[in-house]
Structure formats: structure tokens, C-alpha cells
């Protein structure tokens, strides 16, 4: 049974194995890998997608039915953390025979409203269609897809970054007319030397942090997506229709975004680094351009 740091899914790893532990115990028959699921239904199915598609793997993230799992997750070998989408066998709403079914972000059912719970889902009685749905349906992500679904995390990274700045600028300089009067005639008296307490502080702050919170507060930095494999590396730089960088080695990685993805290995997810980046996974990384 794999381990937790082996294991990827939406279902919590504790449970799992509770689950795997009690359907080991009670003799059941049906198994994709270490998940339990329901049926024979559900065994063929995969089995038949994974004949076409050697190199994908079964995720748990499926709920269960009966003390089994309904069905698998789909990921592939070199991005397990990735889920791909589902595989599940049920019931026909008719009573008769079976329903093989896939559900992908890919998909958009026109037969459902968008938001529902069968607009991302496809499903067929016949089993040959099943699967021609899991081929297409459950393909690899591209690196172009792995980087638009992480925009938004790093949106509001770069926002968390700029806001504390933005608000002690926005503090120093939001000074009441009453006192910008009194400076007024305070500077024609003399050369300009403050006397209210909120123009001192101001002046101290700009003075020290000035240039580099006006920087950090209008911060908005080329960037790179870099995706680490197991078996390689690839990075699409942002904004470009050119096709991403693959290498092997990762001394064939630009030194820059070598060094860059270094460091943010060891940092905290979603945390945005000045002219580094931002790490969005385990594997996933905005690199700031030099």
C-alpha cells in the first residue's frame, strides 16, 4: 500500500487506509492498484484506458459507496500531484446495465447548466465509448494549462506582496488640509523643516524606505512558468505563442532560473519573493526575469 508520501488525492490519506485496511479484511475482490472500488465495471474500465495510456496512475479522489471507493482519479507518472480528472461506473438511471462515466475541467456539457454537477461529466452505456471518452478526455496537461490555472495564485501572491507597502505609503501621504496649511506657513517662514508630528514621519519614512516601497508597491515583474519533472524540466515564458523549453538536464536550465527555482524549492507555497518568484506547488514555479 503506498505511503503518505506516495500518496496523492482528495481523500484524506488517514481514511484511506482505514478504508483499504477494512475492504483487505472483508475479502473484497475488486482493486485498481491498493484502491478498493466497487465493481468488476470499474476494474475493465481502467484497466482498458490505462492499455492506451501506459503511463497514467490512479489517484484517490473519488468517495466512497459501501466501504469501497466509486471510482479513480486520474494523474499521470511524471505529475501525480496533478489531478487530471476522474473515472467512475454507475448505475443507469433506467436500471439497465451500466453508465461509464469520465468528468474533466475539459468538458462542458450542453446538456447541463455551467456550475452544475453534470456540466463537467460524460457518459455512455457502451463501454467502447467509455473509453474513447477517457482517452480524450484525460490526457496529459500541457504545460500552457498547468500555467493558466496557476495565474490566480500568483495574482494574489503579487497582491500580498504589494499591499503592506501600498498602505504605509498611502498612510504617510493621507495628511489632513489643516496641517498641510500649517506646513504651508510653516514653509514660508523658514526652510522647510517640519513641525507636525505626521509630516516628521513621513519624511523619515521616505527617506529611508522610499524608493523601495514605491517599488514593491508598483511591482509588476516579467515572469517565467517552470513546471520540474521528474524526468525533465520545461518553462514557457509568460505572454510568448512559442512553444515551452524542454530540458533534460538541469544544468541546461538557464542559470538564472536555475538559481531562482533553488531557492524557492525551499520556500513557502505561494509566498511571492522580490525578483525571484513565487512558488505555486511542489513542482510548479513563477520565476521573475531579471
Given at each position: 500500500?503506498?505511503?503518505?508520501?506516495?500518496?496523492?488525492?482528495?481523500?484524506?490519506?488517514?481514511?484511506?487506509?482505514?478504508?483499504?485496511?477494512?475492504?483487505?479484511?472483508?475479502?473484497?475482490?475488486?482493486w485498481i492498484d491498493d484502491i478498493p472500488v466497487l465493481n468488476a465495471e470499474m476494474v475493465k474500465f481502467f484497466?482498458?484506458?490505462?492499455?492506451?495510456?501506459?503511463?497514467?496512475?490512479?489517484?484517490?479522489?473519488?468517495?466512497?459507496?459501501?466501504?469501497?471507493?466509486?471510482?479513480?482519479?486520474?494523474a499521470y507518472q511524471d505529475a501525480p500531484n496533478f489531478a487530471i480528472g476522474k473515472m467512475f461506473v454507475e448505475g443507469?438511471?433506467?436500471?439497465?446495465?451500466?453508465?461509464?462515466?469520465?468528468?474533466?475541467?475539459?468538458?462542458?456539457?450542453?446538456?447541463?447548466?455551467?456550475?452544475?454537477q453534470g456540466y463537467e461529466s460524460k457518459k455512455s452505456k457502451d463501454f467502447t465509448k467509455g473509453v474513447?471518452?477517457?482517452?480524450?478526455?484525460?490526457?496529459?496537461?500541457?504545460?500552457?494549462?498547468?500555467?493558466?490555472?496557476?495565474?490566480?495564485?500568483?495574482?494574489?501572491?503579487?497582491?500580498?506582496?504589494r499591499a503592506k507597502p501600498q498602505e504605509m505609503l498611502e498612510e504617510a501621504t493621507s495628511i489632513g488640509s489643516g496641517r498641510?496649511?500649517?506646513?504651508?506657513?510653516?514653509?514660508?517662514?523658514?526652510?522647510?523643516?517640519?513641525v507636525t508630528a505626521q509630516f516628521k514621519e513621513a519624511m523619515v519614512l521616505f527617506q529611508k524606505q522610499g524608493e523601495e516601497l514605491k517599488r514593491t508597491a508598483n511591482y509588476r515583474p516579467k515572469k517565467i512558468f517552470v513546471w520540474v519533472k521528474p524526468d525533465r524540466v520545461e518553462y514557457q515564458y509568460d505572454k510568448t505563442d512559442g512553444?515551452?523549453?524542454?530540458?533534460?538536464?538541469?544544468?541546461?536550465?538557464?542559470?538564472?532560473?536555475?538559481?531562482?527555482?533553488?531557492?524557492?524549492?525551499?520556500?513557502?507555497?505561494?509566498?511571492t519573493i522580490m525578483d525571484v518568484g513565487m512558488k505555486v506547488t511542489e513542482t510548479t514555479y513563477w520565476v521573475f526575469e531579471s
Open positions: 500500500m503506498r505511503n503518505k508520501e506516495q500518496y496523492f488525492g482528495m481523500y484524506d490519506y488517514d481514511a484511506f487506509v482505514r478504508t483499504h485496511e477494512s475492504a483487505k479484511a472483508s475479502g473484497h475482490q475488486h484497466n482498458e484506458v490505462k492499455y492506451k495510456r501506459r503511463n497514467i496512475v490512479a489517484r484517490v479522489d473519488c468517495k466512497t459507496h459501501g466501504g469501497v471507493f466509486e471510482g479513480v482519479g486520474i443507469a438511471p433506467d436500471g439497465n446495465g451500466k453508465l461509464y462515466c469520465v468528468r474533466s475541467d475539459r468538458i462542458k456539457n450542453e446538456k447541463f447548466r455551467e456550475g452544475s474513447k471518452l477517457g482517452l480524450t478526455y484525460l490526457k496529459p496537461f500541457s504545460i500552457e494549462e498547468v500555467m493558466q490555472n496557476s495565474i490566480e495564485s500568483y495574482s494574489a501572491g503579487l497582491y500580498r506582496m498641510v496649511m500649517e506646513e504651508v506657513d510653516n514653509m514660508i517662514r523658514s526652510g522647510y523643516v517640519p512553444e515551452p523549453v524542454v530540458a533534460y538536464k538541469l544544468d541546461d536550465v538557464p542559470e538564472d532560473i536555475r538559481n531562482k527555482v533553488a531557492v524557492l524549492q525551499i520556500g513557502e507555497k505561494n509566498h
